[in-house]
């Protein structure tokens, strides 16, 4: 179904993909040569989504780990053509190359890349800090090499080769953070290859992507991680209660926390400063929150859960999540014994 949505989005054309398997595939790819280098849930998804939709002839993924280079090449044809043992020789040739491996590992990577770029290639990433990624990737980028950072602003809990998926872009936004000079033409087509995975495209500067997602995403994670841990400290001394009763929103909070550590720890390391400007504020907000509950406010207390309701529903109204109740949850069926009515007559 979502397949359906991404081919709808960019102008494509029919093709037979194996056995009962029709889908649909784009007229004219726009990278001929892509090169993958992380083969996690961001990474697995680029090479997947550009095979399944056309925008890559070619999809070449690496990755420092022989495990994952092992299954991408079991999982095969969907995820990549090529799987190369190193960074370097992945590159070769690549007209784009999107580094998708934790934050804090750019920069190494692009140090290694940096004497393979094809000249006139397109260097980008998917990192979800934009600043210290330009900082630390910049410096070794060869002249003739077009350097945008992005970051697909798409995910799940999971990671590894076996989490990605071609869908995880449909209707996401993928910001792009490129610095003043930088080719137009190289800009347009990293654009078009994001919208042939199905993705809504917007520029910003990287200092304000990382204030938006700051508060978007960045501060949600930590107040998530917080939670958890409180909680498991919590489930000492409650036993299994905490596990027990988890169905409120303490469980939405697991899913969260569940997060990859490596890539959330880069994450709070390298996007520092806003996450701190950001949990100020929030404090702020907090202790406002705790002196109307103490004071029994409740005026205060409804007027701002009035105002975050608003937020939720604009946020199903512009397509950014299900209107479904429970997050679209499936809660099974009933019990097939009717449900024990202790107070009702016979012929009620
Ligand atoms: P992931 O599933 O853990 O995948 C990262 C992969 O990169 C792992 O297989 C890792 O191997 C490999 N790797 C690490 N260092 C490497 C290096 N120097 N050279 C080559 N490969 C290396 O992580 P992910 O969720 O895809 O995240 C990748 C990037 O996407 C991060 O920058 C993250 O900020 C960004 N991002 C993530 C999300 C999300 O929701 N997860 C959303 C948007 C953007 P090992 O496991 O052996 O270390």
């Known amino acids: 179904m979502q397949h359906d949505v991404m081919h709808r989005r960019t102008g494509t054309h029919k093709q037979q993909m194996g056995p009962g398997h029709e889908t649909e595939m784009a007229d004219a790819p726009v990278i001929s040569r892509l090169a993958v280098i992380g083969a996690g849930l961001i990474g697995g998804s680029v090479a997947r989504a550009a095979k399944a939709s056309g925008a890559a002839k070619t999809v070449v993924v690496t990755d420092s780990s022989p495990e994952a280079r092992k299954r991408v090449r079991e999982i095969g044809g969907n995820f990549a053509d090529e799987v190369a043992e190193t960074s370097a020789e992945a590159v070769k040739d690549?007209?784009?190359?999107v580094i998708a491996v934790p934050v804090g590992a750019c920069g190494e990577v692009a140090r290694e890349i940096s004497d393979h770029l094809k000249p006139g290639a397109?260097?980008?990433?998917?990192?979800?800090?934009?600043?210290?990624?330009?900082?630390?990737?910049?410096?070794?980028?060869?002249?003739?090499?077009?350097?945008?950072?992005?970051?697909?602003?798409?995910?799940?809990?999971?990671?590894?080769?076996?989490?990605?998926?071609?869908?995880?872009?449909?209707?996401?936004?993928?910001?792009?953070?490129?610095?003043?000079?930088?080719?137009?033409?190289?800009?347009?087509?990293?654009?078009?290859?994001?919208?042939?995975?199905?993705?809504?495209?917007?520029?910003m500067t990287p200092e304000h992507h990382d204030l938006v997602l700051a508060i978007t995403s960045h501060l949600p994670h930590l107040i998530a991680y917080t939670i958890v841990g409180t909680a498991d400290e919590l489930g000492e001394v409650t036993e299994s209660e905490v596990l027990k009763f988890s169905a409120g929103?303490?469980?939405?909070?697991?899913?969260?926390?569940?997060?990859?550590?490596?890539?959330?720890?880069?994450?709070?390391?390298?996007?520092?400063?806003?996450?701190?400007?950001?949990?100020?504020?929030?404090?702020?907000?907090?202790?406002?929150?705790?002196?109307?509950?103490?004071?029994?406010?409740?005026?205060?207390?409804?007027?701002?859960?009035?105002?975050?309701?608003?937020?939720?529903?604009?946020?199903?109204?512009?397509?950014?999540?299900?209107?479904?109740?429970?997050?679209?949850?499936?809660?099974?069926?009933?019990?097939?014994?009717?449900?024990a009515r202790p107070y009702a007559s016979d012929d009620d």
């Open 94 to 97: 690549a007209d784009l190359v």
């Open 249 to 339: 929103g303490f469980r939405d909070f697991t899913r969260i926390a569940a997060s990859d550590p490596t890539m959330w720890r880069d994450v709070f390391l390298h996007n520092k400063d806003a996450v701190l400007e950001m949990l100020g504020t929030f404090m702020e907000d907090l202790t406002r929150l705790t002196r109307a509950m103490r004071r029994g406010d409740g005026d205060a207390l409804f007027e701002h859960f009035t105002r975050t309701r608003a937020i939720r529903r604009g946020i199903v109204n512009i397509g950014q999540d299900s209107a479904a109740p429970d997050f679209g949850r499936q809660h099974g069926p009933l019990p097939i014994a009717p449900i």
């Open 122 to 203: 397109i260097l980008s990433d998917v990192g979800s800090v934009k600043t210290s990624v330009a900082r630390d990737m910049a410096p070794f980028v060869p002249k003739g090499v077009h350097f945008i950072p992005a970051h697909p602003v798409a995910g799940t809990e999971n990671s590894g080769p076996d989490a990605g998926f071609a869908e995880l872009f449909v209707n996401r936004w993928c910001i792009l953070t490129p610095v003043e000079g930088t080719d137009p033409a190289a800009i347009e087509k990293l654009k078009a290859f994001w919208e042939m995975l199905g993705a809504r495209v917007e520029a």
